[in-house]
């Protein structure tokens, strides 16, 4: 890792047994874990990576008190959070509010103060899987307008934590493109325009540099939080 990012406590948060992944070599049932194991090889300098929960999905049968003891004590000393999304991250037969990766979205967010040091919220980064046929047009779509070039985020198929952290920039005037080619409410936004910013896993996993210029990104996005309208619950 590079020196910027270098030390960094990460916690990742991810959908255990979502199988609609690109194959990894020498992995037959290949799921959104498996992608998990490659990052914590390509962290190896980071000796503190956090993992989401692995298994047991539905949370109904948990209180709330549980559950922040389970996520808590994790989430508290990390800085960056990284959420793998994955075609089937999001369960349709359980409400939100029983799966894990709301949850783990939310307490990355929020403030603590323990023992007199406070833990702020983590940075966000969402790195985006390949489904099983190697594609990311399931969420991220290239060129989609042939006079900005710009991308398109199907941000309808994520957890309401995340879709309601992205595009959240409060002078959001000030951050639409002025391509003719798009109506005033719908033109594209550029730069920084989402606390939790989106990079597709075939960018991110390059080499070292990659990951620590994704890393940074969300760091310093981290750094002008309150630009952003954060969704915390």
């Given at each position: 890792?590079?020196?910027?990012?270098?030390?960094k406590?990460?916690?990742?948060s991810?959908?255990?047994?979502?199988t609609d992944?690109?194959?990894?070599p020498?992995i037959?049932?290949?799921?959104?874990r498996?992608?998990?194991?490659?990052?914590?090889?390509?962290?190896?300098?980071?000796?503190h990576?956090?993992?989401?929960?692995?298994?047991?999905?539905?949370?109904?049968?948990?209180?709330?008190?549980?559950?922040?003891?389970?996520?808590r004590?994790?989430?508290?000393?990390?800085?960056?959070?990284?959420i793998?999304?994955s075609?089937?991250?999001?369960?349709?037969?359980?409400?939100?509010?029983d799966?894990?990766?709301?949850?783990e979205?939310?307490?990355?967010?929020?403030?603590?103060?323990?023992?007199?040091?406070?833990?702020?919220?983590n940075?966000?980064?969402?790195?985006?899987?390949?489904d099983?046929?190697?594609?990311?047009d399931?969420?991220?779509?290239?060129?989609?307008?042939?006079?900005?070039?710009?991308r398109?985020l199907?941000?309808?198929?994520?957890?309401r934590?995340?879709?309601k952290n992205?595009?959240?920039?409060?002078?959001?005037?000030?951050?639409?493109?002025?391509?003719a080619?798009?109506?005033?409410?719908?033109?594209?936004?550029?730069?920084?325009?989402?606390y939790?910013?989106?990079?597709?896993?075939?960018?991110?996993?390059?080499?070292?540099?990659?990951?620590?210029?994704?890393?940074?990104?969300?760091?310093?996005?981290?750094?002008?939080i309150?630009?952003y309208?954060i969704?915390?619950?």
């Amino acid at each position: 890792m590079g020196n910027k990012v270098k030390g960094k406590k990460v916690f990742i948060s991810y959908k255990h047994a979502d199988t609609d992944v690109l194959k990894l070599p020498n992995i037959f049932n290949t799921t959104a874990r498996d992608y998990v194991n490659v990052l914590q090889e390509m962290f190896e300098e980071t000796p503190h990576i956090y993992k989401g929960e692995e298994d047991d999905n539905d949370l109904s049968r948990f209180k709330d008190s549980t559950i922040e003891s389970k996520l808590r004590n994790k989430i508290y000393d990390s800085t960056v959070t990284i959420i793998l999304i994955s075609n089937n991250m999001w369960d349709k037969t359980y409400p939100e509010d029983d799966q894990w990766i709301p949850w783990e979205i939310s307490y990355s967010l929020k403030e603590y103060k323990r023992e007199g040091r406070a833990s702020l919220s983590n940075a966000l980064l969402a790195v985006v899987l390949p489904d099983k046929n190697g594609s990311y047009d399931y969420y991220i779509q290239e060129n989609t307008c042939a006079t900005c070039n710009c991308r398109s985020l199907s941000t309808y198929k994520l957890f309401r934590m995340l879709r309601k952290n992205m595009f959240n920039i409060k002078k959001s005037k000030e951050q639409r493109s002025n391509c003719a080619n798009h109506a005033d409410d719908s033109k594209p936004y550029i730069g920084q325009s989402s606390y939790v910013c989106s990079v597709k896993w075939a960018d991110f996993s390059i080499d070292d540099t990659s990951i620590d210029k994704y890393l940074k990104i969300a760091l310093d996005v981290n750094e002008k939080i309150n630009d952003y309208d954060i969704t915390y619950e």
